[in-house]
């Protein structure tokens, strides 16, 4: 894969806070992924390869971030549905 490059101009007085390149480079990574995720536009599996990461790991990140995490399919969604009214017939029983 090909990485594009881009210039990103900050204003001088952020160095004053020991902010490298690869700072920048990393946070402009995260914020892109992020916001791609939470515009549905990327996965959590592929958002997590972007950033080089476990799903683990990006779970842990949205949370950091204060980012909500659902993923689920309308499939997936109708299964938890399904599986919790199971749990409610079994513990009536």
Known sequence: MRDAVFEVRIP???MEFGIQQTDVQ??????????LFKDGHVS?????????RTRGEFLTLLHR??????????E???EEI???NAIQIETRS
């Open 12 to 14: 001088a007085e952020l």
């Open 26 to 35: 990393q946070q402009v990574l995260e914020w892109l992924v992020l916001s």
């Open 44 to 52: 959590s599996g592929k958002a997590a390869k972007l950033l080089n």
């Open 65 to 74: 971030r204060g980012i909500a995490y659902i993923d689920f399919t309308p």
């Open 76 to 78: 997936e969604i109708a």
């Open 82 to 84: 399904a599986a919790a």
